[in-house]
């Protein structure tokens, strides 16, 4: 699970890309709202709104209808770099201090780290 919250990603595929939903921007960037392992989906900003029916609570008194995102699956989205701004793979690598990084497979920048580095047994 390399794809982070806040990262940028890319639609690449699935139905919120070639037929958005009525009255909404075809959206085919967006920023990373939350990544759900369990599923292997995430939460992609402005990608893929659904209309959510909510019961009046105390938030929220008078109930109704919300837009938000919905879910899509991680296969359909690729990572942007933050660098060169082209979509493209992430890799990994462990840097010499023992902490993992992700770096972009087109220009290998660095695009922060997914573990820290492991306190050596004593
Ligand atoms: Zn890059």
Redesign the pocket.
Known sequence: MLIKVNDRVEIIAGEYRSRPAKGADKVVQGKVLKVIPSTGKVVVEGVNKMYKHVKPSQRNPQGGRLIREAPIQMSNVMYV?N????R?RLGVKQLDSGVKVRF?K????DQGEIAPARKPAS
Do not use: I, P, R
């Not at 660098?83 to 082209?86: E, F, K, R, S, T």
């Open positions: 770099c660098a060169c701004g082209q493209s972009c087109k220009c290998n920048a």
